[in-house]
Each structure stands twice: as structure tokens, then as C-alpha cells.
């Protein structure tokens, strides 16, 4: 698509959405067999699956932390999860992706449970549409709670952009490519931000407008990764008294 | 039965600091849950996960694997991010320490109690014990370690009738495997009620939900001889 004439048409946006509103987004909590704990997730045009393995031994042993466990983070794209063929692999962008939501999920995993540990998240973005950190930090903390790893609390995060001078909630690839400014935030249940990068200029006033938008926004998000959670065990969960752990016996 | 509430982590359980107990975290003077699971609220307030891996605690019974034999130690995977370790001293006979793999080696399967764990999570097991021994004849599944209190049962209820219905001897570890030796066709039957157990470990009224399950496939067994 070549740059639109107006992002904004009589106060709706190109997709049809006013300001504040975020595109559709469905959790899938524990869709892979293998995986500790796994997430799909569809974000508007992005299609994110995420897996957790851990906590595990560390392979290579020197990275292993005698007193905690380490969270490894890996975010990679699809080699079709673009127009242009995405040249497989990790570049500086997917690294530095890998970086930051690392250290975004990192502050609510309990990792001095698990010493000599290691948990690792892996990210794979199957289509890109705009906001694939947000969408894959939204999956990897949804796969984390599926996995049974003990976290402080999820993680949500969403992005806030400026399009044809307005502050906007979760852009879209149109918007993003033609867009002045795009905010993605991350952060837990008690609005502490653990994720925050920008691109483009924001006015000091826009920028505080704009975290408003993204705290509603995370709010929104918190829920529906709630929900995906809660849905995975359906509704007949009633199990009677879990024994106090005790080993069988054998009966010889 | 009590309606069970899912959880997931930083849900707010309580207000009271003092009835934090497993699975759940203080802050603030309040109490959130740290895990996702189930609440129990009965006690005190904990959280029940419904998955993660198995973490050893001293005092666990668990079916381990020889990985590896050192000079004084064998090293043992028991189905955690930990390894086991089975010192010399530990096994109940003398040992000679130049041929340890005479008395248990490589790929040998152990009943095994974990005896310590420090805070470094550096496991010793122990086979000085009643029950504990090396396993020469059965067979060994893997289910997750979160259903084994559903397999075991309310007193053991769950496992005492699989035993007496199917004849069959049945070993549960904590730390998820379950070992099994009887006749043929009845273990087969018996692992596959166990995995059906794990899959349905969150429902209710399993174990006669189970009993009706193992009358039919017995019934089944019976009329195809």
C-alpha cells in the first residue's frame, strides 16, 4: 500500500476504529504438546506463538546463575510472516526484541525459586502486522502462567501511536509505516512499566496522553489473558482434596 | 465438594499476610497468588499449580535413572531441572568404588528417597530405606508430577483400587513416574486409566468416574478371551 492521503477520516481510522480502540485479539492458552506451557495468540493481524521450556538445566553450564534462575528470551520471525521474504535468522532487530522483552517479563518471574536454572521463552511470529513485541510479550507471559512457573503477576503490553497528529491505541502496519510515532509500553497489573521504547517525536503532553491510552489498553489485555488462562481448564474444575503429598506403596 | 476457583498469578486471595502459604506471594500487607492453579482456601490460602515441573523437597519419594557413574557418586535424572545424587554410602551394600557399575549402572532404574536438599537445590538421594531399591522387572511412565495426588486419591483410594481391581504392583514417585509390574494386559490397562486419570485430573468425582471406566474395559477384556 503506498502512503494514504489521511490516516484519519472523520475521526475513524483506516481499519474503521476510533482512537482508543485495539484490534481483535484472541488467546489460546496450551496449544503445543511438548512445550511446559504455550500461547497463541492473534493480535489483530499478527499471529504469535509462544512456547516455555523450564525451568531446565543450562546448556552452556557457564551461563548458569548459582542463585537464581535465568530467563532466556527468544523472539524470531517467520521467514514468511512478511511481504518481502524475512531473511531467516536473528539481525539486530530481533535481538534487541529478544532483549527488552526479556528484561520486560524478567522483573515478575520468581526467579530465585529455581537456582541453576534456566527458563526459556521462545517467540515465533508466524505473521507480522505491527506491534509483534507487544503481541509476543502478551504470549510468552501467558505462556509462562501455563507453564506453572510462579511469576508476581502477567505482563501486558500495548502500542501507542501518533498518526496525522492524534494520539492512537495499537496501530496497525499501515499506520505504523506512515505513522510519526510509535510507543510500545509493557507492564504488570500494578502499572509498574517494564518495557518502554519509542520511535518518532512525542510532545511531553502527547507522551502522557499516550500511557493513559496504554494503561486502559493493558487493563484491556490483562483480562482477556485471564480469560484465556481460566477457559484452558473449561468449567468443570472441582477436583476434591489434593492428598498431602505421599509416595505409594508398593503392595508386595 | 467445594467449588474451585482458577487462579492466575497476581490475583489478590486475601487480606490477612498470615494464611500466605504455598503458591502465593505478600505484598503490601495483602496476599496474591503466584502461581496458576487452584485456590484452596480451607486452612490457609494457597494455590494449587495445575502444571510446572517437578522441584525435589527432602523426604520425597521418587523413581530415578542412572545418568552418569562418578568415583563415589551416581548421578540420577529424576524428572526435574535437578540431578540426583546417590553417594556410595548411601547404597545399601559395601561398595567397591573401582567398579560401581557392577552394583547399579548406567540406565538402571532406583526407588530412591531424596534424603537433602540444599539451597544450591544439590539433591542427594538415599537407598537406605525400607521399599527403596533398584528396579529389575516393570514398567516406567511419565506423567506430569501435578496429578500424582490425583492418581494416589484421597487416602489412597484412587491407587488401592487400581491395585486390587488389575492384581497389579504400582510404585507412585512424587516426582511423576509411576511403575508397574503385573500381568501384561492388566498393566497395559492400568496405564492407560493412569494417563486418563492425568487427563481428567481436574475434574470431579474421578475416582468413581474411574472404577465405572475400569468395570467396562475389564467387562471388554473378559468377553474378547
Redesign the interface.
Known amino acids: 500500500m503506498s502512503k494514504p492521503e489521511k490516516l484519519i477520516v472523520d475521526g475513524k481510522r483506516l481499519d474503521g476504529r476510533g482512537p482508543f480502540d485495539m484490534r481483535p485479539i484472541k488467546f489460546t492458552a496450551g496449544v503445543l504438546k511438548r512445550a511446559?506451557?504455550s500461547c497463541y495468540l492473534e493480535f489483530g493481524g499478527n499471529k504469535v506463538m509462544a512456547a516455555v521450556y523450564?525451568?531446565?538445566?543450562v546448556h552452556p553450564r557457564h551461563m548458569q546463575n548459582?542463585?537464581r534462575a535465568i530467563v532466556r528470551y527468544r523472539y524470531n520471525m517467520a521467514s514468511f510472516s512478511v511481504e518481502e521474504r524475512k531473511r531467516p535468522g536473528p539481525d539486530r532487530r530481533s535481538i534487541e526484541i529478544s532483549k527488552v522483552s526479556r528484561e520486560a517479563l524478567e522483573g515478575?518471574v520468581?526467579e530465585e525459586?529455581?537456582?541453576?536454572?534456566a527458563i526459556d521463552v521462545f517467540v515465533e511470529i508466524l505473521q507480522a502486522d505491527a506491534g509483534s513485541r507487544v503481541a509476543g510479550i502478551n504470549a510468552a507471559s501467558v505462556a509462562l502462567?501455563?507453564?506453572?512457573?510462579?511469576?508476581?503477576?502477567?505482563v501486558s503490553a500495548v502500542a501507542v501511536g501518533k498518526i496525522d497528529g492524534e494520539v492512537v491505541l495499537d496501530l496497525n502496519k499501515d499506520e505504523d509505516n506512515y505513522g510519526s510515532a510509535d510507543l510500545p509500553i509493557a507492564m504488570?497489573?500494578f502499572g509498574e512499566i517494564t518495557l518502554c521504547q519509542m520511535d518518532g517525536h512525542l510532545t511531553e503532553e502527547e507522551f502522557g496522553r499516550a500511557l493513559d491510552m496504554a494503561v486502559d489498553g493493558c487493563k484491556k489485555i490483562h483480562e482477556l489473558?485471564?480469560q484465556a488462562?481460566?477457559e484452558k481448564?473449561g468449567q468443570?474444575?472441582?477436583?476434591?482434596?489434593?492428598?498431602p503429598?505421599?509416595?505409594?506403596?508398593?503392595?508386595? | 465438594?467445594?467449588?474451585?476457583e482458577?487462579v492466575?498469578?497476581?490475583?489478590l486471595l486475601g487480606e490477612d499476610p498470615k494464611l500466605a502459604s504455598h503458591?502465593t506471594?505478600v505484598?503490601d500487607g495483602k496476599v496474591?497468588s503466584?502461581?496458576?492453579?487452584?485456590v484452596?482456601r480451607r486452612s490457609n490460602i494457597k494455590v494449587?499449580?495445575?502444571?510446572?515441573?517437578y522441584?525435589p523437597a527432602r523426604g520425597?519419594?521418587v523413581i530415578g535413572k542412572v545418568n552418569d557413574v562418578t568415583r563415589s557418586n551416581w548421578i540420577v535424572d529424576i524428572n526435574s531441572?535437578?540431578?540426583g545424587l546417590l553417594h556410595v554410602s548411601e547404597f545399601p551394600e559395601r561398595v567397591d568404588q573401582d567398579n560401581m557399575s557392577k552394583y547399579l549402572h548406567v540406565g538402571e532404574l532406583i526407588i530412591a528417597k531424596v534424603a537433602d536438599v540444599d539451597?544450591?537445590?544439590k539433591v542427594e538421594l538415599t537407598l537406605r530405606e525400607e521399599?527403596l531399591r533398584i528396579l529389575r522387572q516393570g514398567r516406567v511412565i511419565d506423567i506430569s508430577h501435578?496429578k500424582?495426588?490425583?492418581?494416589?486419591?484421597?487416602?489412597?483410594s484412587m491407587?488401592s483400587m487400581l491395585?486390587k481391581e488389575l492384581d497389579c504392583?504400582?510404585?507412585?514417585?512424587?516426582n511423576g513416574r509411576?511403575w508397574l509390574r503385573g500381568d501384561e494386559k492388566m498393566v497395559d490397562l492400568a496405564i492407560r486409566t493412569i494417563f486418563k486419570i492425568e487427563r481428567e485430573?481436574?475434574?470431579?468425582g474421578?475416582t468413581d468416574k474411574i472404577k465405572e471406566y475400569l468395570k467396562n474395559e475389564l467387562e471388554t477384556m473378559r468377553n474378547q478371551k
Open positions: 511446559d506451557g523450564g525451568p531446565r538445566e548459582a542463585s515478575v520468581m525459586l529455581y537456582p541453576r536454572s502462567a501455563d507453564a506453572g512457573i510462579p511469576m508476581k503477576c502477567l504488570n497489573q489473558q485471564k488462562l481460566i481448564y468443570d474444575i472441582t477436583p476434591d482434596v489434593a492428598q503429598i505421599e509416595g505409594g506403596e508398593t503392595n508386595e | 465438594m467445594v467449588e474451585r482458577v492466575v498469578p497476581g490475583d503458591g506471594y505484598q496474591y503466584a502461581n496458576y492453579g487452584l484452596d494449587i499449580p495445575l502444571s510446572g515441573r522441584i520425597d519419594l531441572p535437578y540431578e539451597p544450591s537445590m521399599h501435578v500424582i495426588p490425583r492418581v494416589i486419591g484421597r487416602n489412597g491407587i491395585k504392583s504400582i510404585f507412585v514417585g512424587q509411576i485430573a481436574h475434574t470431579s474421578l
